[in-house]
């Protein structure tokens, strides 16, 4: 019998590459729909997965969408996944389009738009912070007045992700750059920066996320992640750490609002990631829905802590098979991100770790004499490593005394001529 053959959007990155491996060692034929620079940048690994791929241009989604369909039907394609934020409309669309297994594309926007994610939220009675759509400086100038806003608020871009363009704005001061920096802030695929921003009310609390699995409608949340974020006024991830044991109260009713966020995002067959925040009173506000497995090495998590093949069960939740998501491991994992604490070109690195008991994935992806930045969002990254045990507190105070260890030296550069400066300063990764 021949396997269905698996489409990826886009192949690119480690996620991908994992969902590749799992769907060829089934036996799959896998295929990848991918931009000409994009494809460029395939390793030989993956090459040697790939059954075919089909260049488009994910910039324009119509004709993207035709074009994948036509060659999804000729190359008996059953099963459509991405790992890629920017692509989870285009996949509930195409898996529409090809009848197989998919989430609803008329409400896929919500995971990807967030103006549409804060409609669909207050539509579905989602518990999320009171969000105004602004589209000049008038409509910025009414929004701060909004007695549901104040300060601080949030202002942040309708399309960002990696938290790029988002900034916590304490005061009138600080409106008008937190603004630019929105406006400026453009989606993988956008053809340019967008006028409108979004002003949104702040959330006090501890900021989690949650991940998810559904098949056929039914929801299965993995895990509950801590995440570590930069304090101040943009807000970047330095960490998560899972699974994170809720008081069984406080557990429900972030299950129940994470829930209620996936139904309104027509989310039926695949991952998700929630991301919330529950304030000292146990309330949760969802601040966003991804439509997909979490980055940041969250699958890699879920693979360590619970003991499960996320990848095999993204597999199966795409061609509506039953996946297996009892956890057969009841460890801790925890990933540190290496950021710069400055801008300037990169000199050197040492102390970073290598995989060994315990640490089971690094990744350095700065290259030496590259251009590197202060923490702004996520993919100022350097390196990410991985830690796990049986001890959630030993997990984090292992890798906290990694990340003390890792040192890197940052040239400074001239901010007109990018020419690095004669003085040279060491700085520690935070
Ligand atoms: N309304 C809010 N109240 C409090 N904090 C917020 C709010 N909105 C955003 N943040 C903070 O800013 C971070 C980034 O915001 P958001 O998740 O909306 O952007 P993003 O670009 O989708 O980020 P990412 O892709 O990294 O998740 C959040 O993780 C949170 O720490
Ligand atoms: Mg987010």
């Not at 990848?32 to 997965?49: I, N, R, V």
């Not at 290496?338 to 089971?360: H, K, M, N, Q, Y």
């Amino acid at each position: 019998m021949t396997l269905p053959g698996v489409l990826l959007l886009d192949a690119a990155g480690p996620e991908a590459g994992a969902l590749a491996r799992a769907a060829a060692a089934r036996g799959h034929r896998v295929h990848a729909a991918t931009t000409a620079a994009a494809c460029s940048g395939y390793g030989p690994e993956l090459k040697g997965l790939l059954a075919g791929h089909i260049v488009t241009d994910f910039a324009r989604p119509g004709r993207a969408l035709d074009e994948i369909a036509a060659y999804a039907r000729r190359h008996g394609v059953g099963a459509v996944l991405t790992v890629n934020e920017y692509l989870t409309e285009l996949a509930a669309y195409l898996c529409a389009e090809l009848r197989v297994p998919g989430n609803d594309p008329g409400r896929a926007r919500a995971a990807r738009d967030k103006a549409a994610m804060a409609k669909a939220f207050a539509a579905a009675g989602v518990r999320a912070p009171h969000t105004v759509l602004v589209r000049d400086d008038a409509g910025l100038r009414a929004a701060l007045t909004d007695p549901q806003v104040g300060f601080p608020c949030v202002i942040k871009p309708l399309s960002g992700a990696g938290s790029a363009g988002v900034t916590v704005v304490t005061g009138p001061a600080g409106v008008a750059a937190a603004a630019d920096a929105a406006r400026a802030t453009a989606g993988m695929y956008d053809s340019g920066a967008d006028p409108r921003v979004l002003v949104q009310a702040y959330a006090a609390g501890t900021e989690y996320s949650v991940e998810s699995l559904t098949q056929d409608g039914t929801t299965t949340h993995l895990a509950v992640t801590r995440k570590q974020l930069t304090d101040g006024t943009t807000r970047v991830e330095t960490g998560h750490s899972l699974p994170v044991h809720l008081p069984p109260a406080m557990e429900a009713n972030v299950y129940r609002e994470a829930a209620a966020a996936i139904r309104a995002a027509g989310i039926r067959h695949g991952a998700s990631h929630t991301e919330v925040i529950v304030d000292t009173d146990g309330r949760c506000t969802v601040i966003e829905i991804g439509a997909r497995l979490a980055a940041g090495q969250i699958g890699v998590l879920i693979q360590h802590a619970l003991g499960l093949d996320i990848w095999t069960a993204l597999l199966d939740a795409a061609l509506a098979r039953p996946a297996a998501l009892a956890p057969t491991a009841h460890r801790y994992a925890t990933v540190r991100f290496i950021t710069s604490d400055r801008a300037g070109r990169l000199t050197s690195v040492c102390g970073f770790p290598t995989t060994g008991p315990g640490v089971p994935f690094v990744r350095w992806r700065a290259a030496i004499g590259s251009l590197v930045h202060e923490p702004g969002a996520n993919s100022h990254r350097l390196g990410s490593f991985v830690v796990t045990g049986t001890d959630a507190n030993e997990v984090e105070e292992r890798a906290d005394a990694l990340v003390r260890r890792v040192r890197i030296h940052v040239e400074p550069t001239s901010p007109n001529t990018g020419q690095v400066r004669p003085a040279s300063t060491s700085a520690i990764a935070p």
